[in-house]
């Protein structure tokens, strides 16, 4: 059973920067490529971010030149910092793989203030 964990969120305001990290135990996050996605009140779940398993990067536009994703598969975790926030950036932020998706995990609300 996979397990995943995210943390690091919080509130924050506007311009302001956080990073947040996934920690996956019962499978390797190496050889996948992982996402990040995010939901906000009343929208679908969107993938804002994914990193290939050869470190290869892309963004959703609405995130492009604020937020880096990365991945330490020593430690098995996933990364993504975020700055240059924005309120519409709030919502709850998961991550995954892009297929074949495990069990979601709780997810780290991440609230921007204008």
């Known amino acids: 059973q996979v397990r995943l964990v995210e943390s690091g969120g919080g509130l924050v305001q506007a311009g302001g920067s956080l990073r947040l990290s996934c920690a996956a135990s019962g499978s390797s996050v190496s050889g996948n490529t992982m996402g990040w996605y995010r939901q906000a009140p009343g929208k679908q779940r969107e993938l804002v971010a994914l990193?290939?398993?050869?470190?290869?990067?892309n963004y959703a536009d609405s995130v492009k030149g604020r937020f880096t994703i990365s991945r330490d598969n020593a430690r098995n975790t996933v990364y993504l910092q975020m700055s240059s926030l924005k309120p519409e950036d709030t919502a709850v932020y998961y991550c995954n793989k892009i297929t074949f998706t495990w069990n979601w995990g709780q997810g780290t609300q991440v609230t921007v203030s204008s």
């Open positions: 990193i290939a398993s050869g470190g290869i990067a």
